[in-house]
């Protein structure tokens, strides 16, 4: 059987994640081609036997046979590549975001779909083994009729301030996650966003125009709700907690540990630390985001994220930064 060929693009933190899973974990597809734009990533390559490193896209996609396509550079070439490679006929996986522009996301989802490519967007905690389970609880009426989410989504420690400048800001930057991971859960439409946010971990992070701490409600077409809080900082590091309130019961993905022992003495109860942050704690996830890529396209079936997900993650982005603006809850229908 020929092995489907993938390349993939921009080998930072999430790129070398994604080139590691697809290398060492998926012996059904070969990774044939991969492309950075600074020459020193060619040793990454060496290190896994990717035949070809180029510096250019069109480059990459020009490339003998390749199938699929795995985006994992900086957030503004997300759409000029998706493009690109969905007018090419390549399959493709894109990290998140598509775009930071509601307009432009409409516009690369259009081209995806007269091109007639498949697009997942890389919304891993979805596949983060935890959440699914509390996500397959709701499904099965374990708890009956969810009548509150509530997120807790704080990272260690801000990124720099040059990143910031960049991101779109927090909320289309590291909230986006908690947007999917609300619809991903209640499986229903956002009809209202309510956000309050504020700077209180670095004045710096004001001064490039963002917030580092924030409240969220959302509220789903049948008055479910839910409250997702953030903040760039919590110093006993990574807090990625979910629970779910319904009519039946609740249901609560806690935080990951490292190992789950406990020091019981005079002075109190100690144990380590959470996971300390992204990269650690969905580990799982991202091979898995990746397993149900790759099997999608095999099967011809639905991407598991599509790109209207994408598309409705940065709508309710853009609705909490509208409401923090404005002071007020924001309709979807004033952003859609
Ligand atoms: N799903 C997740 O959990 C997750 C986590 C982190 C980042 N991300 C997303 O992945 C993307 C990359 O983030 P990161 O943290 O890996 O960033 P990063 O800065 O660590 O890596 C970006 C890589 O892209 C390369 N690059 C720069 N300009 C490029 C260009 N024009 N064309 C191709 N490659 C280029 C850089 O050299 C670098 O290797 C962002 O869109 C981010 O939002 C997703």
Do not use: W
Request: a negative charge.
């Amino acid at each position: 059987m020929n092995k489907m060929k993938v390349a993939l693009v921009g080998l930072g933190r999430i790129g070398k994640i994604h080139l590691k899973n697809l290398c060492r974990n998926f012996p059904e597809i070969e990774v044939v081609a991969v492309m950075n734009v600074f020459d020193e990533s060619k040793a990454i390559a060496d290190e896994y036997n990717i035949p070809v490193f180029v510096k250019d896209f069109d480059e990459l996609l020009a490339v003998d046979g390749v199938d699929a396509v795995v985006i994992c550079s900086p957030t503004d070439t997300h759409a000029d590549y998706v493009i690109k490679a969905a007018k090419a006929g390549k399959q493709i996986f894109c990290e998140k975001p598509l775009d930071l522009s509601l307009d432009r996301v409409q516009d690369v989802l259009q081209i995806v779909k007269e091109c007639d490519v498949k697009l997942m967007l890389g919304f891993n905690r979805r596949f983060d083994p935890e959440f699914k389970k509390i996500r397959q609880l709701v499904t099965d009426n374990a708890i009956g009729n969810p009548q509150i989410i509530k997120i807790t989504s704080r990272d260690p420690g801000p990124p720099p301030v040059s990143y910031i400048k960049v991101s779109g800001g927090m909320f289309l930057d590291m909230t986006i996650h908690d947007f999917d991971m609300a619809r991903y859960i209640s499986g229903k439409q956002v009809k209202e966003v309510f956000a309050k946010g504020a700077v209180m971990v670095d004045p710096e992070i004001g001064n490039a125009g963002d917030i580092d701490t924030a409240i969220i409600t959302l509220t789903f077409e049948d008055d479910t709700m839910a409250v997702i809080d953030n903040c760039r900082k919590a110093v006993y590091g990574y807090d990625q907690r979910l629970e779910v309130f319904g009519s039946k019961g609740m249901a609560q993905a806690e935080n990951n540990f490292p190992n789950n022992h406990k020091l019981y003495t005079e002075a109190g109860v100690s144990g380590d630390l959470p996971l300390h942050f992204f990269l650690e704690r969905y580990d799982a996830s991202y091979n898995q985001e990746i397993r149900e890529f790759i099997d999608a396209l095999v099967s011809g079936s639905e991407m598991p994220v599509d790109g209207n997900d994408g598309l409705q993650s940065i709508a309710i982005g853009l609705a909490a930064k509208k409401s923090v603006a404005v002071g007020r809850p924001v309709k979807m229908s004033e952003i859609l």
